[in-house]
């Protein structure tokens, strides 16, 4: 449709799951369109994709913005964590797919969505658990934002994926292993399966159930031949 209408279309957000669907279609069969992905932020897991015909001639933007839900009362707020945000959102009966990133800081949440939602959202959203609320479009670049990450250095026998994500989740390699095969382990939003697979600098890593972190890069060699590797875990 994209290409017939010369004209770019979008997805609603996507998982991790949707993403690797689109990132394994056979891109011969995309005729004179190409892919591009978004969340509003450098390191956004959840997505929407562009589908952009290679003649386009016109700029264009993604159909989302972002907004920035704060307590009325900070002093006599509750503390409220992502899953509060989220199910507040969800309760006012929108669909997942309709929200990005939900990033939580300072008893603040940012949250992307789609456009075409924003002011509905503005206007219900009044109250998470007993705390009353304010959504408001967000003032700041939203592609500044980050999330707050953890540095994990280590040494590791090479930067093979399983190796690495043993040393970012303080856990064994034996352990860290099944969850790759198991499907449970993304990199840069596409499925990996094999333990071997090695990373590149600034990959960014997820794993279902763990969490997700980006590789740095590696520091050093050590006289035995292990590499000295750095990774910021989310948090």
Same mark, same amino acid.
């Given at each position: 449709?994209?290409?017939?209408?010369?004209?770019?279309?979008?997805?609603? #957000?996507?998982?991790?799951?949707?993403?690797?669907?689109?990132?394994?279609?056979?891109?011969?069969?995309?005729?004179?369109?190409?892919?591009?992905?978004?969340?509003?932020?450098?390191?956004?897991?959840?997505?929407?994709?562009?589908?952009?015909?290679?003649?386009?001639?016109?700029?264009?933007?993604?159909? #989302?913005?972002?907004?920035?839900?704060?307590?009325?009362?900070?002093?006599?707020?509750?503390?409220?964590?992502?899953?509060?945000?989220?199910?507040?959102?969800?309760?006012?009966?929108?669909?997942?797919?309709?929200?990005?990133?939900?990033?939580?800081?300072?008893?603040?949440?940012?949250?992307?969505?789609?456009?075409?939602?924003?002011?509905?959202?503005?206007?219900?959203?009044?109250?998470?658990?007993?705390?009353?609320?304010?959504?408001?479009?967000?003032?700041?670049?939203?592609?500044?934002?980050?999330?707050?990450?953890?540095?994990?250095?280590?040494?590791?026998?090479?930067?093979?994926?399983?190796?690495?994500?043993?040393?970012? #989740?303080?856990?064994?390699?034996?352990?860290?292993?099944?969850?790759?095969?198991?499907?449970?382990?993304?990199?840069?939003?596409?499925?990996?399966?094999?333990?071997? #697979?090695?990373?590149?600098?600034?990959?960014?890593?997820?794993?279902?159930?763990?969490?997700?972190?980006?590789?740095?890069?590696?520091?050093?060699?050590?006289?035995?031949?292990?590499?000295l590797v750095r990774v910021y875990k989310f948090v």
């Amino acid at each position: 449709m994209a290409y017939q209408r010369d004209t770019v279309l979008f997805s609603e #957000f996507l998982n991790l799951h949707e993403q690797n669907m689109i990132h394994r279609l056979d891109r011969r069969t995309l005729q004179g369109v190409h892919i591009e992905f978004s969340g509003g932020y450098g390191t956004a897991e959840r997505q929407m994709a562009a589908f952009v015909p290679d003649a386009l001639c016109y700029a264009w933007n993604y159909p #989302f913005v972002c907004l920035q839900i704060r307590p009325d009362a900070p002093k006599f707020a509750q503390t409220l964590t992502h899953r509060d945000f989220l199910g507040a959102l969800l309760h006012l009966g929108i669909e997942r797919s309709v929200l990005g990133d939900i990033l939580v800081k300072d008893n603040c949440a940012i949250v992307f969505c789609l456009e075409k939602m924003a002011d509905f959202i503005m206007q219900e959203l009044g109250m998470i658990r007993h705390t009353a609320v304010t959504a408001s479009l967000y003032e700041g670049d939203p592609v500044a934002l980050e999330p707050e990450t953890e540095e994990v250095t280590g040494t590791v026998a090479s930067v093979r994926l399983d190796s690495v994500i043993a040393l970012a #989740f303080r856990t064994s390699r034996s352990q860290a292993a099944p969850l790759i095969p198991e499907g449970r382990v993304f990199v840069n939003g596409k499925l990996i399966t094999s333990n071997g #697979f090695h990373l590149n600098e600034g990959d960014l890593i997820s794993v279902r159930g763990m969490g997700k972190f980006r590789f740095d890069r590696v520091l050093s060699t050590t006289k035995k031949g292990r590499d000295l590797v750095r990774v910021y875990k989310f948090v």
